[in-house]
């Protein structure tokens, strides 16, 4: 009996701790899942932003902008492979497509942080309000966690049409 009363404490711990770092948001039809960012150092200028959006519903939507008071000013952000080359180039919107998933992440879609004006620390959440064509200002928080550069929040999904 103690066995099982301490797996059930773990599983409750580790199911809180996932709730913890879960952070979802909607506006309209359009559901925000986990923004996160990595943390930075001293003296990085800038530093990166993803999350993923679903748009359920019928009609398309666009990704315009963002702000945040940790930085200068928010890019909208693309990475293509250019022949053995990966470029990095500001978009002016990023489409949302009616019925479909865009992931903002590592090596594709993402937001950059420009200008930050204190690094960003692991664990902290970071105030951030998105701009969206049709379904207006949405305020979410970036969890900032850990990870290598080339690491992916768990979960990522791809950009789909």
């Not at 902008?65 to 200068?72: H, Q, R, V």
């Not at 950059?112 to 204190?118: P, S």
């Not at 969206?132 to 999904?157: D, H, I, R, T, Y």
Request: net charge neutral.
């Amino acid at each position: 009996m103690q066995v099982f009363a301490k797996f059930l404490a773990a599983a409750s711990a580790v199911a809180l701790a996932g709730l913890a770092c879960a952070h979802d948001y909607a506006a309209g039809a359009l559901k925000i899942e986990h923004p996160w960012s990595r943390p930075t150092v001293a003296g990085q200028p800038a530093g990166g932003a993803f999350m993923t959006v679903h748009n359920g519903g019928a009609t398309a939507d666009r990704l315009l902008g963002a702000s945040t008071d940790a930085a200068d000013h928010v890019e909208l952000h693309t990475m293509a492979m250019d022949g053995n080359v990966m470029r990095m180039r500001e978009v002016p919107a990023i489409d949302l497509p009616a019925g479909q998933t865009v992931a903002l992440q590592p090596g594709q879609f993402h937001m950059m942080l420009q200008g930050l004006k204190r690094p960003l620390a692991a664990g902290e959440r970071v105030p951030m309000t998105l701009k969206f064509e049709k379904a207006g200002e949405v305020k979410v928080e970036l969890a900032v966690q850990g990870g290598s550069a080339g690491a992916s929040a768990p979960g990522a999904m791809v950009h789909q049409h």
